[in-house]
């Protein structure tokens, strides 16, 4: 059974950072893209960031270019979200989802697998 595992979510207040981490099990997914994707209440989910199985290529949407940087480690099977100068319209469910291609891909529907989503709060 494939799982993704998010964790590191909380409140914090604007300005500040978390550091999210998503663990996978049941599968490799060295060779897979993996992305970050949020949802705020009342909102459609939305793509945050991506990156590609190697590592070398990112992706991110306009709003949180400069202050979330996205990693992996292939070896431990799991991706990372570093969260910087947070702002309350951050305040959000994250979601990690692992990708069926390799390459950098950033649309919902090439994600095939999805975690349950960590909370984050982040208040003015």
């Known amino acids: 059974q494939v799982q993704l595992v998010e964790s590191g979510g909380g409140l914090v207040q604007a300005g500040g950072s978390l550091r999210l981490s998503c663990a996978a099990s049941?599968?490799?997914?060295?060779?897979?893209?993996m992305g970050w994707f949020r949802q705020a209440p009342g909102k459609e989910r939305e793509f945050v960031a991506a990156?590609?199985?190697?590592?070398?290529?990112?992706n991110y949407a306009d709003s949180v270019k400069g202050r979330f940087t996205i990693s992996r480690d292939n070896a431990k099977n799991t991706v990372y979200l570093q969260m910087n100068n947070l702002k309350p319209d951050d305040t959000a469910v994250y979601y990690c989802?692992?990708?069926?291609?390799?390459?950098?891909?950033?649309?919902?529907?090439?994600?095939?697998?999805w975690g349950q989503g960590t909370q984050v709060t982040v208040s003015s």
């Open positions: 990156v590609s199985w190697s590592g070398v290529n990112t």
């Open positions: 049941g599968r490799n997914f060295r060779y897979s893209a």
């Open positions: 989802a692992g990708a069926t291609l390799g390459v950098l891909t950033t649309t919902p529907t090439n994600f095939r697998y």
